[in-house]
C-alpha cells in the first residue's frame, strides 16, 4: 500500500470525484422527465379557444362559459353599469392596474381598459376570485358587479376590486371580437 | 485461471443465450400461407433513424386523399401536423387542414349538435359515426384505425432471425407488412376460391381481403415532382402511418444515443473505481 | 456475523437521535459495515439490480397513473394519451413496459444463480421461500399490468389466465365469475386489476425487506459454498460490494436502455395495439415471455385441471428445493455432475420458453410433454439421487484459501496486490 500511496493519491481522487459528479448528472437528469410530466400536456394546451355567441345574451344579462376548465363572466351591461363604472376614480381603486391581458401589464383600469375594445357594453373576465379561487356571484355586493361568497371580496360593474380581502381585480381573459355579435376568447 | 474464472464465463454463455430466447414471444399476426413481406429500407430505421419529412407530408396527402375516406384515425389531431418530428407542417397549414373539416360540436344553447370549422385541437374526423355504420358501408369489413396501425401489424420473424433483430435494433415488421399489402394485390392464382366481395393479395393472411386495391398509379397529385406510382404512394403513406403510430420515435431514438454514451461513459468509471477499490483484496 | 465497524455518532444532535431511534445506526450496520463475502461474482450484482428495477417500476407506474383511467372505453386511449401529449409519456411508459421485462430477465438470472450456487441450502431456506413468494407476486403483478392498456392480448390474456381457475371442480366456475366480477372480462375486472396492480408492489417491496432482513441474519453465499470462517474472508459491504454493484447496475442499465430507446416493442405484443375487442380472438394468443415455459407445461397436460395444476407445481416445487436437494456440498462448482444436470435444466426451461410460444400442435406438444416430465424430474428425482451418488469435489477450507489458491503467483491479499485480471 505504502508504496503505491503517494503516486496514485490524486489520479484516485480524480476517478472517485468523476465518478461521483458523473453519477450525480446522472440522477439529476433522469428526475427531469418525472418532474416535466406534470406541466399541461399537449391536448390540454391545444383546448385554449373557447367562442361565444353574443346574440343570445340579453342586456343586463350575464352568462358563464368555460375556457381552459375555468369560468368566463360574459356581461352584456346595461347604461347604468357603465356609468357607474367610469365615474369611479382610479385613486379610488385597490387596484389601479387594469388586469387585461389583451392590453399592456401596467395599462390602467378604467373602464375603457376593462371593457371590450369598440365594445364597451361587453365586460369579459376570468370568473376566479383573485383572492383564493372561488366563483364570486354575480349581480351582487355593494358595488352592483360581484360578491365572492368565500371572504367577502366585492367587485364593481368593471369587474375592479372594491373591497379586500382579493388582492386585484378580475383578470380578462386574451379573447378578440371576431365579429360583431362572436368573441373568440383564447 | 482457474476453475474460478472458466465456471464464471460458462455460466455466462448459456444464461446470455437464455436472456435472448426468451424473448422469442414475437408477436404474430396470423400468417397461415402467406409469404414473408420483404424488408424495405425505411429512413426512421436504426439507432438514427429520422423520419424523411417530405416524405410524410406525402404520405399524409395519400392518407388525406385516399386513406381517410374509409379508416380513422381517432387518436390523430390536427395539432399532431404541426408538431416537430413527423411532416411538421407550419402551424398555418396545419390550421389550414382543419379548417377545411367540418367538426361537430356542442350542444349549444339550444341543445343541438352543430358543425363548425375544424380547429388544430380536434381530433381528425372519423368517416363513420361507429364501428357498425363503417362495417355496412364497406361489405362487413371493419376497416381499421390508423392511429397505432404501423405498431399493430406484424409477422412471424422466426429463428434465428428475430434474435439477430435485437442486434440490428430492426423494429419495421409492421410498415414493411403494410407496404408489402398495399403493392400486393394480384390475379388470384388458378383454382383459389375467392370468396363474393374478396379480393386477392399476396401478403393478406388467407389472401381474401376485402379492401379493394386502394392505391394505383397516378391516383394522387404530387407537387414534388415525386414519381406518382403505387410502390411511391404505398411507402409514403407508410411512413405517415409509422409516424401516426409513434410521433415521438425521433426524440427517442435521440434521447436514446445520449443516455447510452452517458451510460457508457459511466459505467467505464465505475469500472475503475471498481479496480482501485477492490486493489487491495484479492478476490 | 462480526462487522468489520460498528457506528458511533460524534455530533451530539445525532447521538441524541440516535439514542432515541438507531436508524443511522441500522443502515450502517446494513449497508456500510455488513460484512460481504470477498469471492463473490458479477451475478450476485443481480440483487442490487432487482432492488434497483423494482424502485424503477414503482416510481414510474406512480407517475403513468396520474395519466391513465381505468375504463374500458378510456383505457387504451389514455395509454396513447401518455405515449403522445405527456412531457416525456412515452419515455415513462416505455420504461414501464420493458422494464417489467427486465425486472424478469434479473429474476430469472438471480434464481439461477440461486439454484447453481445452492443458495437455498441451510440455513438459508426461509430466505429462499421468501423468494419464491416474491417471484409469485411479480407473477401476478406483472399479469394484471398487462391488462391495464386494454389491447387485444391485454384483454385475451386476462381471459385466458382467469379462465384457469374454471378448471377446479365445483366451485372453479364462481371464482371465476368472482375474479371477473361480471360474466366476463369488463370493466369491473379492469378496475380490481388496477387496484391490484398498484397495490402487489408494495406488499413485494415488503416481502423483498423480509428477504434482505433474512439474508442479512444468515450471511451472504458465495460461488465457494463455505460460510466466511474470519474477518478476512469478507469485506465490508461499503464501499467493496457497492461500487461493484453500482457498476453491476450500470452495465444491466445499458443493456435496458437498448431495448427502452431502440426496440421499446421487441419484447411486447402487435396485437396489444389493437384495442381490445370481446368479439374477436387473435389469432395467436401468446403470454409475454416470462410465462413461456408455464405457458408450454399448462398445454402439455391434455387434461385441463391437470394442465393448471402441473404450472402451479412448477412453481410449487421450487418451494421445496432446499429438502430435495440432499447434497452435503453447497456449491455447485464442486459438483461436477450437479453442474451437468443443471445446465440440462436451464436448458430444458427455455426449451420449454421456446415451445410456449409455438402453436399447440403435433410434435411441439409432444416435445412439450417430455420436457414437462424432465422438468418435475430434475427435482423430484435427479436432485435428491445426486446428493447421494455424486462424488464432490475437494471443498476448501475456507473463502481465503479458495481466494489465494485462485491467485496463486501474485502477492498474498494482505500485501495489498493482486492480479490485475481478477475482477469479480
Known amino acids: ?186 | 485461471m482457474s476453475t474460478t474464472m472458466s465456471f464464471r464465463s460458462s455460466l455466462l454463455r448459456p444464461l446470455a443465450v437464455a436472456a435472448l430466447a426468451f424473448g422469442l414471444a414475437a408477436p404474430a399476426l396470423a400468417a397461415e400461407g402467406a409469404p414473408k413481406p420483404p424488408r424495405e429500407e425505411w429512413s426512421f430505421a436504426g439507432p438514427f433513424g429520422t423520419f424523411d419529412q417530405a416524405q410524410v407530408q406525402r404520405g399524409f396527402q395519400v392518407f388525406k386523399e385516399v386513406c381517410a375516406s374509409c379508416h380513422a384515425a381517432h387518436l390523430f389531431s390536427f395539432r399532431n401536423l404541426a408538431q416537430p418530428g413527423g411532416p411538421s407542417f407550419s402551424e398555418a397549414q396545419a390550421k389550414a387542414v382543419a379548417e377545411g373539416y367540418q367538426v361537430q360540436d356542442g350542444p349549444n344553447d339550444a341543445g343541438d349538435m352543430f358543425d363548425r370549422p375544424g380547429r388544430l385541437s380536434d381530433r381528425w374526423p372519423s368517416p363513420f359515426p361507429n364501428e357498425q355504420a363503417a362495417r355496412a358501408s364497406n361489405g362487413g369489413a371493419y376497416p381499421p384505425d390508423f392511429s397505432t396501425l404501423a405498431k399493430a401489424r406484424t409477422y412471424e420473424v422466426g429463428f434465428p432471425g428475430f434474435l439477430i433483430d435485437i442486434f440490428t435494433q430492426y423494429q419495421e415488421n409492421g410498415v414493411d407488412y403494410i407496404h408489402a399489402l398495399l403493392v400486393g394485390y394480384e390475379e388470384p392464382p388458378e383454382g383459389f376460391a375467392l370468396p363474393e366481395g374478396a379480393h386477392y393479395n399476396k401478403y393478406f393472411p388467407g389472401h381474401a381481403i376485402k379492401m379493394p386495391q386502394p392505391l394505383s398509379d397516378g391516383q394522387v397529385t404530387y407537387t414534388d415532382g415525386t414519381p406518382e406510382t403505387l410502390d411511391q404512394y404505398s411507402r409514403d403513406v407508410t411512413a405517415f402511418m409509422m409516424w401516426m403510430a409513434e410521433p415521438h420515435l425521433e426524440a427517442r431514438k435521440r434521447l436514446g444515443f445520449q443516455v447510452m454514451i452517458f451510460l457508457i461513459i459511466f459505467a467505464g468509471l465505475l469500472y475503475f473505481t471498481k479496480k482501485k477499490v477492490w486493489k487491495s483484496v484479492g478476490h | 456475523m462480526s462487522g468489520h465497524s460498528t457506528f458511533e455518532p460524534k455530533h451530539p444532535a445525532l447521538k441524541w437521535f440516535e439514542s432515541r431511534l438507531p436508524l443511522v445506526g441500522l443502515i450502517h450496520s446494513s449497508f456500510v459495515a455488513y460484512p460481504t463475502p470477498r469471492n463473490l461474482n458479477y451475478w450476485w450484482t443481480f440483487g442490487g439490480i432487482l432492488s434497483l428495477m423494482l424502485v424503477c417500476q414503482i416510481v414510474s407506474g406512480v407517475v403513468l397513473v396520474m395519466h391513465y383511467t381505468p375504463h374500458i372505453t378510456l383505457a387504451f386511449d389514455s395509454v396513447e394519451h401518455i405515449m403522445r401529449d405527456v412531457s416525456y409519456g412515452w419515455l415513462i411508459r416505455y420504461i414501464h413496459s420493458n422494464g417489467a421485462s427486465m425486472f424478469f430477465i434479473a429474476v430469472y438470472i438471480h434464481m439461477f444463480r440461486g439454484l447453481y450456487y445452492g443458495s437455498y441450502k441451510a440455513p438459508r431456506e426461509v430466505l429462499w421461500i421468501l423468494g419464491c413468494i416474491i417471484y409469485l407476486l411479480m407473477m401476478a403483478t406483472a399479469f394484471m399490468g398487462y391488462v391495464l392498456p386494454w389491447g387485444q392480448m391485454s384483454f385475451w390474456g386476462a381471459t385466458v389466465i382467469t379462465n384457469l381457475f374454471s378448471a377446479f371442480p365445483v366451485v372453479g366456475p364462481t371464482i371465476v365469475e368472482w375474479l371477473w366480477g361480471g360474466f366476463s372480462v369488463d370493466n369491473a375486472t379492469l378496475n380490481r386489476f388496477f387496484s391490484l396492480h398498484y397495490l402487489l408492489p408494495f406488499m413485494i417491496a415488503g416481502v423483498v425487506v423480509l428477504h434482505v432482513w433474512a439474508l442479512h441474519v444468515v450471511g451472504q453465499n458465495n460461488p465457494t459454498g463455505v460460510e466466511p470462517k474470519s474477518p478476512k474472508d469478507t469485506v465490508p459491504f461499503t464501499p467493496y460490494a457497492t461500487i461493484k454493484d453500482g457498476f453491476g447496475m450500470v452495465c444491466f442499465l445499458i443493456f435496458f436502455a437498448w431495448f427502452l430507446f431502440y426496440i421499446p416493442n421487441y419484447l411486447g405484443h402487435a396485437d396489444n395495439y389493437i384495442p381490445a375487442n370481446p368479439l374477436v380472438t387473435p389469432a395467436h394468443i401468446v403470454p409475454e415471455w416470462y410465462y413461456l415455459p408455464f405457458y408450454a407445461m399448462l398445454r402439455a397436460v391434455p387434461d385441463k385441471l391437470g394442465g393448471v395444476l402441473t404450472m402451479f407445481g412448477a412453481i410449487i416445487v421450487l418451494f421445496f428445493v432446499p429438502w430435495l436437494d440432499t447434497s452435503k456440498v453447497r456449491s455447485g462448482v464442486y459438483r461436477p455432475l450437479f453442474k451437468q444436470f443443471f445446465w440440462i435444466w436451464v436448458a430444458v426451461c427455455i426449451g420449454l420458453g421456446w415451445l410456449g410460444a409455438k402453436p399447440a400442435e403435433g410434435g411441439y406438444v409432444i416435445a412439450g410433454r417430455i420436457l414437462t416430465i424432465y422438468y418435475f424430474a430434475h427435482f423430484l428425482i435427479i436432485l435428491p439421487l445426486l446428493g447421494l451418488f455424486e462424488k464432490p469435489k475437494a471443498v476448501p477450507a475456507s473463502i481465503t484459501e479458495a481466494v489465494l489458491g485462485k491467485n496463486r503467483g501474485a502477492a498474498p491479499a494482505s500485501a495489498g496486490v493482486s492480479a490485475p485480471q481478477t475482477k469479480g
Open chain 1, 1 to 186: 500500500m505504502a508504496a503505491t500511496e503517494t503516486a496514485g493519491t490524486t489520479r484516485r481522487d480524480f476517478l472517485y470525484i468523476a465518478t461521483g459528479a458523473m453519477g450525480a448528472v446522472g440522477a439529476a437528469a433522469l428526475v427531469w422527465p418525472f418532474v416535466s410530466q406534470l406541466q399541461p400536456d399537449a391536448s390540454v394546451l391545444a383546448l385554449s379557444t373557447t367562442e361565444v355567441d353574443l346574440t343570445s345574451i340579453a342586456e343586463g344579462q350575464m352568462v358563464t362559459v368555460k375556457w381552459r376548465g375555468k369560468p368566463v363572466f360574459v356581461w352584456n351591461r346595461t347604461e347604468k353599469d357603465i356609468a357607474e363604472a367610469k365615474e369611479v376614480q382610479l385613486s379610488a381603486l385597490l387596484d389601479p392596474i387594469a388586469r387585461n391581458a389583451n392590453l399592456a401589464a401596467d395599462a390602467p383600469a378604467t373602464d375603457e381598459n376593462r371593457a371590450g375594445e369598440g365594445h364597451e357594453k361587453w365586460l369579459v373576465v376570468i370568473g376566479i376570485c383573485t383572492h383564493l379561487g372561488c366563483v364570486p356571484i354575480g349581480h351582487s355586493g355593494e358595488y352592483d358587479g360581484w360578491f365572492c361568497p368565500c371572504h367577502g371580496s366585492e367587485y364593481d360593474t368593471a369587474g375592479r376590486v372594491r373591497r379586500g380581502p382579493a388582492p386585484t381585480n378580475l383578470d380578462i381573459p386574451p379573447y378578440q371580437f371576431v365579429s360583431d355579435t362572436k368573441i373568440s376568447i383564447g
